[in-house]
C-alpha cells in the first residue's frame, strides 16, 4: 500500500501544474494533501475517477485546509481533532481504515516573528493527546506539514536558523515529544544521510542549489514498525513549494 503526502500550496494552482499527471505516474493508494485553499465547489475533480475526496476546510477562505484521495473507501473519516479553537482552520483530517488510522495534518506555523509560538506549542500538546487517544484503538499513521525541522541534519543551514521559525527549541521539542510517544519518523527508518529536503524558500534560487529544509513527514506507530516496505521524498516534483513524500506498506 503507497501513502503519499503533499503541501500543495493551492490545490487550484497546482492542478494547473501537472497535478493529474504525477497522480497517474506514482499511482498512491491514498494521498494526503494540505493546504488546499479551497472548497469542493471551487476545484474541478480532475484526478481518476477511482479516488475519492474527503474534504477538511478552513472557515476563512482561500485558507489552509486538508484533503484525502484514496482508492480504498476508509470505513470513517473525522474532521479536527475536538478542540474548537484548533478546528476552525481544517488542519486535521483521519480516515479509519481497518488496520490503521491515516490522520493528515497541516501543523500551525509559528510565524516569523514567533507571534504564534504559544499557540504552536498548545497545538502539539492537543495534537499529540488526540494521536494516542486514537492509537488506544489501532496503529496510527500521521503525514503532511509539520512546518518544523527536527534536527540539524533535516537543514540546509541549521546554525543560521536557531532562532527562526520552524527550528526553534520549541518547535523541535515539540517533534521529540512525538518520537518519546513511540512514533518513528520513518524517512530516518530507511536514509539517515543528510541532504533530503522537502521545502525550499522560493527566493535566491535555493530549489536549484538545494538550500532547504525537512517539514513534511510521515510518522507511525512503532507496531507498524514491521510493515514498512520503503520511504521517499519526491524533490523532482514541482507545482508546489514543498515537494511530495510517502512511505510503503508491506
Known sequence: MK??????NGLRAVQKKGFREFLEK???????LQEHKASPEQVAPDWPEQYTAHWNVAERKGYSGTLILTRPEPLSVRRGIGIAEHDNEGRVLTAEYPDFFLVNVYVPNSKRELTRLPYRQQWDRDFLGYLKGLEREKPVIFCG???VAHLEIDLARPKQ???THGFTP???????????????DT??????GGGHYTWWSLMAGARARNIGWRID???ASE???PRLKSAFIRPEVIGSDHCPVGIELR
Open 3 to 8: 501513502l503519499v503526502s503533499w503541501n500543495v
Open 26 to 32: 506514482e499511482q498512491p493508494d491514498v494521498i494526503c
Open 145 to 147: 506539514d509539520f512546518n
Open 161 to 163: 536558523n536557531v532562532k
Open 170 to 184: 520549541e518547535e523541535r521539542a515539540g517533534f521529540d515529544a512525538f518520537v518519546r510517544a513511540g512514533f518513528i
Open 187 to 192: 524517512f530516518r527508518v530507511f536514509e539517515k
Open 217 to 219: 513527514y510521515f510518522l
Open 223 to 225: 507496531a507498524l514498525a
